[in-house]
């Protein structure tokens, strides 16, 4: 008899290509994708994500007060529009108010947001990123194809560092019952130096790196060493604009709860659980035989309670 995960394994293989058509792409996916092709100053890239976060209001400030709000210049506001591709602030704007009344339609009641206290307005903000989340899987290709390249690395080399260890040890802990060669790096310096180099001379072609906020300084570096080494990088943070995202070849951005004195992961976490599907779907064969192998040192050592 299968055991829990190899159950799932079986039966929750992700389906390729769009899916429900009431599936629509979320408004901060939405405005990552309009500001996410041009190559923005750095100037730029903090009015893009002073947008992404603040849509509903943002929205239907003038030029000069979102230039405030920023604290960059009327012109330079007029320039991020141009390099966005539009003739003009009034032009942008009018696309981000159409993207922000479709996010206040969608949104949850302001009286049921007002009568929610502190612990229940976290809860709700993580509601909201995993539905945007949600909307983001509506086309799971760029995880199914990331899921398969991560299986094809060996090894695959998981880099997290700071806060981010937590997620990369849960990413790395469960790789590695469907993976031969999985290598954890949760140090910076030249300790994630020395990995990296040898995971890719030892054959290794991907690194998944976790960063979350506060983004570290050496997490950066890590990424730029893994790209000089050759490796590909791909990303799971909370914003897809930045110098670690524009380190990464491909970039899986999440909302995280900022809504208490320390950030929750519920997103991050499910997309993290997501590439894992992806990898499993990725190599079926050996997924089955390494999940079986393990569960059978797991019965002969006691490694489990029964249930």
């Known amino acids: 008899m299968p055991s829990p995960q190899q159950a799932r394994a079986q039966a929750s293989a992700i389906t390729s290509g769009k899916t429900a058509p009431e599936a629509e792409v979320s408004p901060t996916s939405r405005l990552r994708a309009l500001?996410?092709?041009p190559h923005l100053s750095p100037g730029q890239r903090r009015i893009a994500q002073y947008l992404i976060e603040n849509i509903t209001e943002a929205a239907f400030l003038s030029i000069t007060d979102l230039?405030?709000?920023?604290?960059?210049?009327q012109p330079s506001v007029t320039r991020f529009a141009a390099a966005v591709g539009f003739s003009g602030?009034?032009?942008?704007?009018?696309?981000?108010?159409?993207?922000?009344?479709?996010?206040?339609?969608?949104?949850?009641?302001?009286?049921?947001?007002n009568r929610s206290n502190e612990l229940q307005a976290a809860v709700d903000a993580e509601i909201e990123n995993l539905e945007n989340l949600r909307r983001d899987f509506a086309d799971p290709d760029q995880v199914i194809d990331i899921g398969r390249k991560l299986s094809q690395s060996t090894p695959l080399t998981i880099l997290g560092l700071r806060i981010s260890v937590s997620l990369a040890e849960y990413f790395a802990y469960a790789a590695r019952r469907v993976?031969?060669?999985?290598?954890?790096?949760?140090?910076?310096?030249?300790?994630?130096?020395?990995?990296?180099?040898?995971?890719?001379?030892?054959?290794?072609t991907w690194v998944l790196a976790f960063s979350m906020p506060r983004?570290?300084?050496?997490?950066?570096?890590?990424?730029?060493?893994?790209?000089s080494a050759g490796l590909k990088v791909a990303l799971i943070t909370d914003l897809a604009l930045g110098?670690?995202?524009?380190?990464?070849?491909?970039?899986?951005?999440?909302?995280?709860?900022?809504?208490?004195?320390?950030?929750?992961?519920?997103?991050?976490?499910?997309m993290a659980a997501a590439v894992l599907q992806a990898m499993?779907?990725?190599?079926?064969?050996?997924?089955?035989?390494?999940l079986e192998e393990y569960e059978q040192i797991a019965e002969q050592h006691q490694f489990f309670l029964p249930d």
Do not use: K, N, W
């Open 35 to 37: 500001f996410d092709g």
């Open 67 to 73: 230039a405030d709000r920023v604290g960059v210049s």
């Open 89 to 113: 602030y009034p032009a942008l704007r009018e696309r981000l108010q159409s993207i922000a009344l479709g996010t206040l339609a969608g949104g949850p009641a302001t009286a049921e947001v």
């Open 179 to 204: 993976h031969p060669d999985v290598r954890l790096v949760t140090r910076g310096g030249s300790v994630a130096y020395d990995a990296l180099l040898q995971s890719r001379e030892a054959g290794g």
């Open 215 to 227: 983004h570290a300084t050496e997490t950066l570096t890590a990424v730029r060493v893994a790209r």
């Open 243 to 270: 110098p670690v995202a524009d380190e990464a070849d491909v970039t899986f951005a999440t909302g995280t709860g900022s809504r208490l004195v320390f950030d929750s992961y519920a997103a991050p976490g499910m």
């Open 280 to 290: 499993t779907d990725a190599g079926p064969e050996r997924t089955q035989a390494r």
